[in-house]
């Protein structure tokens, strides 16, 4: 099943993200099988992080959660906030995903 996991950086904090980019990618390296689509979030001039979009894949809520928390933005505390949400699979556009 599928899981969106939305987080909102705490504002004025870009130190902490960048302090941990290295290591947050790393372990998405280490999650690749459960990662559909991910990106940060950006202001809309598309300058400024302002948090991360995750659509995975988990078997359950507590898994969806265990990834998100295993997140070393996570445990750094970037986030204000981290939203995880059921997803119904519908449509899906792959050319429109590389075209952005």
């Not at 960048?18 to 001039?45: N, P």
């Not at 300058?47 to 359950?60: P, R, V």
């Not at 970037?78 to 995903?97: A, H, L, Q």
Request: hydrophobic share 35%; with cysteine.
């Amino acid at each position: 099943m599928l899981w969106c996991i939305t987080c909102v950086d705490k504002p004025g904090d870009s130190i902490a993200r960048l302090s941990v980019l290295e290591t947050h990618r790393a372990y998405l390296k280490t999650q690749d099988d459960k990662i559909v689509m991910s990106g940060a979030t950006l202001s809309d001039d598309g300058e400024t992080m302002t948090g991360s979009c995750f659509i995975i894949s988990a078997n359950s809520r507590s898994e969806a959660e265990a990834f998100s928390n295993g997140d070393p933005f996570t445990a750094a505390g970037v986030f204000e906030s981290v939203n995880i949400t059921r997803m119904k699979k519908s449509s899906f556009y792959p050319d429109n995903y590389e075209k952005a």
